[in-house]
Each structure stands twice: as C-alpha cells, then as structure tokens.
C-alpha cells in the first residue's frame, strides 16, 4: 500500500495565480483531511470530508475550496494565491469507528511545499 | 477540546529512555490523550492514545496519571531517528485533532 501520497511535492506560484492540490489514499478511509504548517508551528486545519461528495470547514478554511468526488481522493484548491497562502500543506486520513465518528489515528501524506512570491 | 501544555524542548541520550511530559489539566472525562510526532520535514506519525489506563505498544509506552490531568509519553531506548517534534493531544473520539507546538526532541549519541 502507498498510503496517503500527495502531488505536487513542490511548488512555486506568483500572487493571483491558481492550483489544485491531489491527495489520494489507498486505505479506503471514510475521512480525509487538509492541514497547512507554517514554520516553526503547529498544523492547522483548512477543511476536512466525511466521505465521498461531502466536505467541512476546518479552522482556516478561507482562500481555500475542496472536492471528494471520489472516496480516494481530496483536493485541495487555491482559487487567488496570496504570500499568506506559503506553507507546508499536508493530507491526512482516518478510517471511522463503529459509532461512525472518524478514527484519531490520522494517517498523513509527505507535504506539499507551497510558496507563493 | 482541552488544552495541553508540552515543554518546548528537551534533549536524551542514545540508548537511554525519554520521558516526554504533557499536562492536560483541563480534560474530561471523554477525552482520549493521543500522542503523535513529526520528523523533520515529514508528515506526521501517529504514535500511541489512551484514555484512563496505560498503553504500549512497539513504538512507547503511554502513563496517565491516575487524576488524568497529565501524561508522559516513553520512549524505552530512543534512538537518532526518534529527533522529532512530539505533539500531545486531547479530544474526544470523533473530535478534530488540534496540534500545538510540540515538543523539539533532541537524541545525542
């Protein structure tokens, strides 16, 4: 199994430009997540889906959309980049409980490095 | 969900175990500890969780205290690829996992 894997690894963008983000996950999970990481901090969440064709508003969800058209795959799209927008972006995913509430045992992809100039 | 408090940062030595600290004075009752860490530029790694009782597995071992308002996270014999970020954790099963800052450990040969 390739686990979660993220494309592109890296990535340059001017001000206004716009990107997708591919994470995609052989695991079969149910919940798949977006976080960024600036330097030096912790990771914060963007937005999140609960299964195929749903997705959530995380804590730093503005300047960003998502798709989950497929249970494998979530994307993560910058419409404008803006120099705020430069992070480390990482995919996670987690299976769900019996309660049907998602497993804390996140499993994440490598990180895409984004700098927007 | 609750707060955590980690020290920033602390140093072990090859071979010997790491005792890494964590207070969570604010957690309830159906809150789990979850312990995950980071190396350098990677995603991050679940570790261990536990709720009220200790837990090992291959990785550490995890103790709660028996008030559940801190934790220590082990490392039996840490090794140069255990230098990371380790972050504690506190939610309740389901809950969005909110990651702070973590401890920077340092392993020393």
């Known amino acids: 199994n390739a686990g979660v894997t993220q494309t592109p690894k890296f990535r340059v963008l001017k001000t206004g430009q716009s990107m997708t983000l591919l994470c995609a996950q052989d695991?079969?999970?149910?919940?798949m997540y977006w976080y960024r990481q600036d330097p030096g901090m912790g990771l914060r969440l963007i937005h999140y889906?609960?299964?195929?064709?749903?997705?959530a508003k995380g804590e730093v969800p503005d300047g960003y959309n998502v798709s989950r058209l497929k249970k494998q795959n979530f994307l993560l799209g910058l419409e404008s980049a803006a120099p705020s927008q430069t992070s480390v972006y990482f995919c996670?995913?987690?299976?769900?409980?019996?309660?049907?509430?998602?497993?804390?045992?996140?499993?994440f992809g490598p990180g895409t490095r984004l700098t927007v100039l | 969900d609750a707060k955590t408090t980690q020290p920033p940062s602390m140093d072990c030595a090859e071979g010997r175990a790491a005792n890494l600290p964590c207070n969570h004075s604010?957690?309830?009752?159906?809150?789990?500890v979850y312990w995950y860490r980071q190396i350098h530029s990677q995603g991050p790694q679940y570790i261990i969780h536990?709720?009220?009782n200790n837990e090992t597995n291959e990785m550490a071992s995890l103790i709660i205290t028996e008030d559940r308002k801190s934790s220590t996270l082990i490392l039996p014999h840490a090794t140069l690829r255990d230098t990371a970020v380790y972050y504690c954790?506190?939610?309740?099963?389901?809950?969005?996992?909110?990651f702070g800052g973590g401890t920077r450990v340092l392993v020393k040969p």
């Open positions: 889906s609960v299964g195929e064709g749903t997705t």
């Open positions: 996670a995913s987690s299976s769900l409980l019996a309660g049907g509430e998602p497993h804390n045992e996140q499993f």
């Open positions: 954790i506190v939610g309740a099963a389901g809950n969005k996992l909110t």
């Open positions: 695991m079969n999970h149910e919940y």
């Open positions: 536990g709720l009220k």
């Open positions: 604010t957690i309830s009752g159906n809150e789990y």
